[in-house]
């Protein structure tokens, strides 16, 4: 395989450390011609800007260590975020909020239009500042895999890769979109050359929906060279990523004010951003509890910063709220915790849960402050079993090291694109034989006038 596309609607330039990042550093580093094609997310300052994102599509194109990145500004390509900020709670003005609410739910039923624009314009713009022809086409989503598709019956790509690294219809709050997103999962991966999932439960889901069998290879981690020093058990809780309403802190508050009494010294440290909305409801939330000064929200850190804060210690939280969208999920933070030696407190029933339970690196739990109120002081109060977790998450994570499950994806790759090219040639000449038999001059080429 000489070249090799990612086709991508995760803007890999804003967002830092996704699979994207991997994957086109690893196939860069083995030779191969790499492009990466990805929808830009949208963060206008001001009306113009935001009319000229909605109306005209743009591209432009960037080379960099040797990788050709293409950005697509599609139509319709909305500020990231908008549905969330648009469909918030705004009790302070009920009729303005109920109008907001009103019109995040268009904006989420329109969304459809916005994906089909996505699918054409990643497709169109490869069409016009790409290669003339890649030899397999990667779509990290359902969008980018219809583009790939659509680019394949254009003749652009030679083989197209599903990677299925998410249950897409989670993130969506129109029903109907959630029946489309779910439709061009499954088309996608039924018509794609190959693909494999990056979870067991979400392999599960794709074999029973489509009855093919995708090979799993897991969300890795970039092991250090020297595995750090298991911190000792610290009484702070740490939770790093995405916050959305999924992630449960607000049941991690609940209990804490429970726990108050018996563990004041309980802290929560929360790493990452989301909807500004969100956070705001999440801080007068924990003002209302009286935790003030026990929780505290750092916003976005860099990635090293993140692996020093984990370094000094505590619990991991994965304790997402029941839903589709976190029980297929395979979060980069369940490894980071286990590389830091922090045991973790998870949700049942999640990606997240069966690899805390196949590793016995934490405890799972029933989401809700209830079982939560249960399950913290047995791990506070047992420096023997928090340790004994801490060492088993920190040894299975070598299982995880992005070296070795980028080379399996890379053989998984390879064997994909040539048997894409197989079935190609047999086609090729089946068409032929066909088109020489229906011949009226016969298959004798000598009988033919000259």
Request: proline content about 6%.
């Amino acid at each position: 395989m000489r070249s090799y596309m990612i086709l991508s609607t995760v803007d890999v330039r804003a967002k830092p450390n996704n699979r994207e990042h991997h994957l086109m550093r690893h196939m860069a580093a083995q030779g191969i011609e790499v492009w990466v094609v990805y929808r830009r997310d949208c963060r206008q300052a001001g009306l113009a800007e935001a009319l000229r994102d909605a109306l005209v599509p743009w591209a432009r194109v960037l080379r960099e260590n040797g990788i050709t990145f293409v950005e697509v500004n599609p139509p319709l390509n909305h500020a990231h975020g908008l549905v969330d900020a648009l469909t918030a709670d705004v009790s302070a003005d009920r009729e303005h909020g109920l109008l907001r609410r009103c019109l995040g739910r268009l904006v989420a039923e329109l969304g459809i239009v916005k994906d089909i624009a996505t699918i054409l314009a990643l497709a169109f713009f490869v069409w016009r500042h790409g290669p003339a022809r890649v030899d397999l086409a990667a779509g990290l989503s359902p969008w980018g895999a219809a583009a790939g598709l659509l680019l394949c019956r254009l003749g652009r790509v030679a083989a197209v890769f599903y990677e299925d690294r998410d249950f897409e219809p989670g993130f969506m709050t129109s029903p109907l979109r959630r029946r489309w997103a779910g439709c061009l999962e499954r088309y996608g991966i039924r018509r794609a050359d190959g693909g494999l999932s990056i979870g067991r439960r979400l392999a599960t889901l794709r074999r029973e929906q489509t009855g093919c069998d995708l090979p799993v290879v897991p969300t890795g981690i970039d092991l250090p060279e020297s595995m750090p020093p298991v911190p000792p058990p610290r009484r702070r809780l740490v939770y790093t990523g995405h916050v959305a309403p999924w992630s449960g802190l607000e049941q991690v508050m609940e209990a804490m004010a429970r726990l108050r009494p018996t563990a004041p010294e309980l802290t929560l440290m929360v790493i990452g951003d989301g909807p500004p909305a969100y956070i705001e409801g999440l801080k007068r939330l924990a003002a209302r509890l009286d935790l003030q000064l026990a929780v505290a929200f750092t916003g976005r850190l860099s990635y090293p910063c993140v692996r020093k804060v984990l370094a000094e210690g505590g619990i991991g939280l994965a304790l997402f709220r029941p839903e589709p969208l976190r029980a297929f999920a395979v979060p980069l933070k369940v490894l980071d915790y286990m590389l830091a030696g922090l045991p973790i407190l998870a949700t049942q029933d999640t990606e997240s849960a069966e690899l805390v339970e196949r590793h016995d690196a934490g405890i799972v739990l029933a989401y809700g402050s209830d079982a939560l109120t249960t399950a913290l002081p047995r791990l506070l109060d047992d420096r023997a079993s928090w340790l004994q977790m801490a060492c088993n998450g920190q040894a299975a994570v070598a299982q995880y090291d992005w070296a070795t499950l980028l080379n399996r994806e890379q053989a998984i790759v390879e064997t994909t694109w040539r048997a894409a090219l197989l079935r190609q040639e047999r086609r090729r000449r089946s068409r032929a034989a066909t088109r020489k038999d229906h011949s009226p001059l016969g298959s004798d080429v000598s009988e033919r006038p000259r």
